[in-house]
């Protein structure tokens, strides 16, 4: 069961029968009758085929969700097994909101690497709706993210809080103001945010909230690095983390807006599927508390 289920995803991924058979060393004939005993236990077609694609039927979409589930809960299960007798080592799947993920969670992971060399760590990088639902269906160990999530089952520990602040290009009018800007000041420019979904955009929302502003124009982007960009080249301004913007402050090519009321501050938080951890991840864990309130 448990090969026939990796052979099917491996399938249905690669969406070719000659390709899963190249991953699992083995011939496509013997490929396709594993898929045939493995449908045979569903009395169902769990794929479509023919000479042009390979696909997932509607009952084959429902046991590829799921078997992604098993597969991962059966990883997790047999490194806590193996956690019994050996020090911290194996797979580390780790999940993280784009602020966290690119600009501090990569130090974090030079330290893991140099104290525990046999942990490897794998990242998915996504905005916090991604990764808490990739979190909730046991596809990655953890996940540090900010803002809400809808997933009541996950288990939450608060991390480290976060300052937001407005940026603009040095040369935008308001850089050069001796006193600090009304928040409503800022209400006819043109804001540059996240997409839905990312924990930055939710910040941004709370901030014109708390501040009644109903900006005039707005632009989005999927991530923050093209965000920093456009507000550099003097399209915009946006709220963004300090974290992120360390290097452009830095070097000039960004300047923090003083306004009254900020920084604005958000939460990041750790969030796991289980309570039952691998050695692997308690040593990650740790290393986060350590760093929680190490300020940039």
């Not at 769990?46 to 078997?67: Q, W």
């Not at 999940?95 to 600009?103: I, K, N, P, R, V």
């Not at 803002?147 to 288990?155: D, M, P, R, S, Y």
């Amino acid at each position: 069961m448990d090969q026939q289920l990796q052979i099917f995803i491996t399938v249905a991924e690669k969406e070719s029968f000659s390709q899963a058979a190249k991953e699992h060393h083995m011939t496509q004939p013997a490929v396709s009758q594993y898929i045939r005993q493995f449908e045979d236990q569903f009395g169902t077609r769990l794929l479509e085929r023919s000479n042009k694609y390979v696909r997932l039927t509607k009952a084959g979409e429902i046991v590829f969700h799921h078997g992604k589930e098993i597969l991962a809960l059966y990883g997790k299960m047999q490194n806590l097994c193996d956690d019994l007798l050996n020090q911290a080592s194996g797979t580390l799947s780790i999940g993280a909101s784009y602020t966290f993920g690119e600009y501090v969670l990569p130090r974090i992971l030079s330290n893991l690497k140099r104290t525990y060399p046999t942990i490897l760590p794998a990242v998915t990088i996504g905005n916090t709706k991604t990764i808490a639902d990739l979190v909730e269906s046991h596809q990655l160990d953890i996940g540090i993210v900010e803002g809400q999530f809808e997933q009541v089952k996950l288990i939450t520990e608060e991390l480290a809080e976060d300052e937001m602040v407005v940026v603009a290009p040095p040369n935008h009018p308001f850089a050069k103001r001796a006193m600090p800007l009304k928040a409503k000041e800022l209400e006819q420019e043109m804001w540059i945010k996240r997409e839905t979904g990312s924990g930055t955009r939710e910040a941004m929302e709370q901030f014109f909230e708390r501040f009644d502003i109903a900006p005039k124009q707005t632009m989005s982007f999927s991530s923050t690095q093209p965000i920093k960009e456009s507000v550099e080249a003097g399209l915009g301004i946006s709220l963004l983390s300090t974290w992120a913007i360390q290097k452009e402050v830095r070097n000039g090519d960004l300047c923090v807006l003083s306004v009254e009321g900020l920084p604005f501050l958000r939460k990041f938080s750790i969030i796991t599927s289980t309570p039952f951890q691998t050695k692997a991840l308690e040593v990650f864990i740790d290393l986060l508390r350590t760093r929680a309130f190490l300020r940039h």
